[in-house]
Nanobody, 126 residues
Framework: EARLVESGGNLVQAGRSLILSCAAS????????IAWFRQAPEKEREGVSNINIQDGSTWFADSVFGRATIASDTARGTVYLSMNNLKPEDTGVYYC???????????????????WGQGTQVTVSS
């Protein structure tokens, strides 16, 4: 059974850094694209970052570009999202998503991802 488990969410002050982890199991990790989405209260879920495990290509939303990095550890089946200089607008539930058939044009489309984790809360105080 495919499973994604996020961790690392916390309450942090603006300007600080955070590393989120997504541990994957139950599927061929290296054949998938893994993405991070976030959802703030009363807002739509938005794509934050994506990594293609096979070729290492990455994508970042404009809102986090230059402040975030994404990396995978294939031995551990884990993807890490590191964010620095956090802002209050980064607050939300961060979800990990995976799918084997993501193309460039659908990277930020949540409907394209077939596997989801339960989410981890990130709260940035001003």
């Amino acid at each position: 059974e495919a499973r994604l488990v996020e961790s690392g969410g916390n309450l942090v002050q603006a300007g600080r850094s955070l590393i989120l982890s997504c541990a994957a199991s139950g599927f061929a990790f290296d054949g998938f694209a893994i993405a991070w989405f976030r959802q703030a209260p009363e807002k739509e879920r938005e794509g934050v970052s994506n990594i293609n495990i096979q070729d290492g290509s990455t994508w970042f939303a404009d809102s986090v570009f230059g402040r975030a990095t994404i990396a995978s550890d294939t031995a551990r089946g884990t993807v890490y999202l590191s964010m620095n200089n956090l802002k209050p607008e980064d607050t939300g539930v961060y979800y990990c998503a995976a799918d084997p058939s993501i193309i460039l044009s659908s990277i930020r489309d949540a409907r394209r991802y077939g596997y989801w984790g339960q989410g981890t809360q990130v709260t940035v105080s001003s």
